[in-house]
C-alpha cells in the first residue's frame, strides 16, 4: 500500500535524553603526578652516577705487537721480465683483414604488396579507396572468392622493396587510416 507523505508535517525534534551526570569535580591525580616526578628525578640521578665511570678502551692491535722490520730476502722463483713493447701490437699493425661483400641483387624475386582493407560490398571497398586516395596514393579493388563468398580487397602496389611499401603505409597512417599489412606480391 502506498503512503502519501505530501500532507504530512514534518516531525517534531526531540528533547535530548540528559545522559549520565557528569561531574566537573575531576580530581587531580595526586598520586600519579608524584610517581612521575619520582621517575624523573631517579632517571636523572642514574646518569649523574655512572658519569665518568666507562671503562677505558683496550689499546689497538698495532700498540701491542710491534712489527719487525722487514729484511730483505730474495724470492726463490723469479718471473721473466715482460718486453718492452707487445709483439701483438706489430702484428696487428701489419695485418691485412680482407672482408668479401656479396652484391645485393638489385630486384628481390617477387615486389610487395600492401592489403588496407577487405570487404563483403563493392560499395564500402568504394569508400575505403577514395580514403587512400584523398591521402594521395592510388588503390586497386581486386575481388576474391573465398569459401564464404565474394570478398573485395583494397590493394596498393606492387612496390619493387619492403622499404617503399612501408613509406606509403606511414602516408596512410599519417592519415589516420591504420592496420595496412604488408605482403609479397600474389599474382
Not at 580530581?27 to 612521575?36: N, Q, S
Not at 702484428?91 to 641483387?105: C, D, F, M, R, Y
Not at 624475386?109 to 577514395?130: H, L, N, T
Request: aromatic letters at 8%; hydrophobic letters at 35%.
Amino acid at each position: 500500500m502506498a503512503k502519501d507523505y505530501v500532507g504530512r508535517s514534518k516531525p517534531k525534534k526531540r528533547a535530548a535524553k540528559p545522559s549520565r551526570a557528569v561531574s566537573n569535580n575531576k580530581r587531580f591525580p595526586l598520586p600519579l603526578a608524584l610517581a612521575v616526578i619520582a621517575a624523573i628525578v631517579g632517571f636523572a640521578a642514574l646518569l649523574f652516577n655512572i658519569k665518568g665511570t666507562a671503562p677505558t678502551p683496550a689499546p689497538e692491535l698495532s700498540e701491542i705487537v710491534k712489527p719487525k722490520p722487514a729484511t730483505p730476502t730474495k724470492p726463490k722463483t723469479t718471473l721473466p721480465e715482460p718486453p718492452k713493447e707487445r709483439t701483438y701490437v706489430k702484428e696487428l699493425e701489419e695485418k691485412k683483414v680482407e672482408v668479401e661483400i656479396a652484391e645485393q641483387p638489385s630486384k628481390p624475386s617477387k615486389p610487395y604488396q600492401m592489403q588496407c582493407a577487405s570487404f563483403r560490398s563493392r560499395d564500402k571497398a568504394e569508400e575505403s579507396k577514395a580514403l587512400i586516395a584523398f591521402a594521395g596514393l592510388e588503390s586497386q579493388i581486386r575481388r576474391t572468392e573465398g569459401e564464404n563468398g565474394a570478398w573485395y580487397r583494397v590493394v596498393l602496389g606492387p612496390y619493387p622493396t619492403k622499404r617503399d611499401a612501408e613509406r606509403a603505409r606511414h602516408i596512410l597512417q599519417r592519415a589516420k587510416i591504420n592496420g595496412c599489412q604488408i605482403w609479397h606480391w600474389n599474382f
